[in-house]
């Protein structure tokens, strides 16, 4: 079974929310991608998408656009991103890693070898920004015979035949865009939120993560209530930036961010917060 | 995979979604595709309607000035020893240049849809310009997203936008030109679908556009074909016209697709040279990529990050290029070629002093290949060239080339 199924599936049973944090690989350097894994994991991570840097990311804010621009800068693609998810996995051979990029780059390698390269590194999915599912028969396909799950994107604008049709191709959750606008932007509104994740649930019971927006502990907590997952992404990137000259001092503060984050879901006003379904956990 | 030219209808390209071969479609995030498709069912519903059709007419009459003068460069052609050629006039359209044309027809959709706020992305300034016109001619606010480095370089149009009431958006992100501008309007348009119309400027972008676009466009081939029919009674046997993202070029091309003995040629901006690697040369030196919602030839590395591009002219100073030019490429109907900077400076000069006409540097690639390849026709043969803008927004460039500071 596919590592994203069993997560949203322990998950379940322990009644518990997953905590999904996002980093552009590379960014701010390619050495601290993987210590920085490794301590979002240990704040409470339960899934990671790992950003595949792209010179023209349309979809992200300033935020992600210049962790981008600074993992290009130092010489960050594909193939090594693919490197470091194969270096994470040799210390945690549990926690799901999503790849989440843009088209042009897996083009340009070729589906064939980007394909053959994830499922070698232990990619668990695959969320191609700019590849709806009307475009991306040619790609899920042969990703699904290695058991990657592909990720797709929802709106607020999705209509529900495209809701209908973009639940039938995706597998492992599928990513809700809280907002009309880019990564990063400002507030988001959790009822409006609630009302479109169960219009989305009559049509599927995949897992909805719900994303872009998501900046601090009290918002996390808001979502949680509503959704089976949430992801933060802007708001690490940005903390890493400001920290970059300091490795040590970065990974505990951003590790102490996810963490606050983790708290306020699991002490949500629903049931009692259960431990014990997570990874390991040492300070 | 060629084609022979007979075997394909170039009139039932793209199809429903899109796709020219396997070019084109529509890749972008799913933030944008209901925009998308409530713009392509908005352009279905009007791209026939009489009533649509008949303003779009009187705008292209009245406002924009068209029909263009198909113009005989007699002195020229008898300076090349070879074919007769002939400037499709697109630089005596108000603004300038073959912008207009779609910028009008944009904006005419954008009122029947209730937009009341329209965005562009510019290079040059030409589209920016273009767009800011029409804006201001509909009492809609206008918004034209450039390049901060664009800006510096052309602070003419950049203030002929503020004058038409546009606010100009500095772009600051990535290489601070055409794709960036591009990558900041989307971001706008997916933050303001509700009351904002995004009208690209070139056959590129996700479909609708490339479709869209050329439509608006196509004017200018119809008229071209109709002018020669009429005054020698004949095709041309040779188009050429310049690619950046080729929207005046598929203007021109696509009434005359079908017709198998014209040839045509798309001319690329070779910079300093294709082997310099400095270039927009995306046809003649790329490879098949997806970037700005389309899959089309691109300017990229070995990882598939966008690389920058250099042209002396900032409308070719684009690493992507339309779709539909790309299946035009693969299938041999279109041959594409570069010439550069110097080359085309060069034809810039020849056009002013031999025929009293100041092209647009974008232009001035197209003549250049004409001066190669007039010589190679007989005298009694013809081309249409398209003389796409007016030269007057380069002249500190061109100054500034020859070491005078104006």
């Known amino acids: 079974m596919n590592r994203i199924t069993r997560r949203f599936q322990e998950l379940h049973r322990a009644g518990r929310k997953a905590l999904i944090p996002y980093i552009t690989a590379g960014d701010p350097h390619p050495e601290a991608t993987v210590p920085m894994l490794h301590a979002l994991v240990q704040a409470g991570a339960d899934i990671i998408e790992l950003g595949v840097p792209f010179s023209d990311p349309m979809a992200d804010g300033p935020v992600i656009q210049k962790a981008c621009e600074r993992a290009l800068a130092h010489g960050m693609s594909l193939r090594r991103v693919l490197e470091l998810v194969g270096e994470f996995r040799q210390t945690d051979p549990e926690t799901p890693v999503v790849l989440m990029g843009y088209l042009n780059p897996i083009e340009s390698m070729g589906y064939t070898d980007f394909i053959a390269g994830a499922h070698a590194a232990g990619v668990d999915g695959v969320l191609t920004v700019d590849l709806p599912p009307e475009e991306a028969a040619e790609l899920i396909e042969p990703l699904q015979a290695v058991d990657i799950a592909p990720i797709f994107l929802l709106a607020p604008t999705s209509s529900p035949a495209r809701i209908r049709r973009t639940a039938r191709m995706a597998h492992g959750y599928l990513y809700y865009v809280s907002l009309k606008g880019v990564t990063g932007s400002a507030a988001l509104n959790p009822a409006e939120v609630a009302e479109k994740l169960a219009e989305i649930r009559s049509y599927t019971d995949l897992p909805l993560g719900v994303g872009f927006g998501i900046k601090d502990p009290a918002t996390a907590a808001a979502i949680a209530q509503v959704a089976d997952a949430v992801v933060v992404g802007s708001a690490l990137v940005s903390k890493m930036d400001a920290l970059a000259q300091d490795p040590e001092r970065m990974y505990r503060e951003v590790a102490a961010l996810l963490a606050a984050m983790r708290q306020a879901m699991d002490q949500g006003p629903s049931p009692e917060p259960k431990a014990g379904s997570h990874s390991p956990t040492t300070p | ?406």
């Open chain 2, 1 to 406: 995979m060629k084609a022979t030219r007979n075997e394909v209808d170039f009139s039932q390209f793209p199809d429903s979604t899109g796709h020219f071969g396997r070019f084109g479609g529509r890749f972008v995030a799913e933030t944008l595709m209901e925009a998308l498709l409530e713009l392509d069912q908005a352009w279905q519903t009007y791209r026939n309607d009489p009533a649509f059709l008949t303003e779009l007419d009187q705008d292209l009459a009245y406002y924009v000035g068209r029909p263009s003068p198909l113009y005989h460069a007699e002195r020229w052609s008898r300076r090349l020893g070879g074919a007769q050629i002939y400037l499709k006039r697109e630089d005596l359209n108000h603004t300038g240049a073959h912008k207009i044309n779609n910028t009008v027809g944009q904006a005419l959709l954008a009122k029947r849809m209730g937009k009341t706020r329209l965005i562009a992305e510019t290079g040059a300034g030409q589209h920016g310009v273009a767009s800011a016109t029409v804006a201001a001619r509909l009492g809609m606010e206008c918004v034209v997203y450039m390049g901060s480095e664009d800006i510096q370089r052309q602070a003419l149009n950049v203030y002929r936008m503020r004058l038409l009431g546009a606010t100009v958006q500095p772009v600051t992100s990535g290489s601070r030109t055409l794709k960036d501008a591009l990558n900041e309007a989307m971001r706008d348009w997916v933050a303001n679908v509700d009351n904002t119309f995004y009208m690209i400027g070139t056959v590129a972008g996700p479909h609708p556009y490339p479709l869209m676009v050329r439509e608006f466009q196509a004017v200018i081939g119809r008229e071209a074909r109709e002018q020669m029919l009429a005054a020698q009674g004949c095709l041309p046997d040779a188009l050429v016209a310049c690619v950046g993202g080729g929207s005046n070029a598929i203007g021109l091309f696509h009434a005359f697709l079908n017709d198998a003995d014209v040839a045509i040629y798309g001319v690329e901006a070779a910079g300093s040279g294709i082997e310099t690697g400095r270039h927009a040369a995306t046809l003649c030196a790329g490879r098949s990529g997806v970037l700005h919602g389309n899959r089309t030839y691109l300017l990229n590395d070995d990882n598939g990050q966008i690389i920058e591009t250099h042209s002396v002219s900032a409308g070719l100073d684009y690493p992507g290029v339309g779709p539909e030019h790309s299946w035009l490429k693969d299938i041999g109907r279109v041959q594409y070629v570069a010439v550069t900077d110097a080359e085309a400076i060069q034809g810039f000069h020849d056009l002013t002093r031999i025929e009293g006409i100041i092209p647009a540097l974008e232009s001035s690639h197209a003549l250049a290949y004409v001066t190669k390849l007039a010589p190679t026709m007989r005298p009694d043969q013809r081309i249409v060239v398209s003389l796409s803008g007016r030269g007057d927004k380069d002249i500190y460039t061109v100054a500034a080339l020859e070491g005078i500071q104006l």
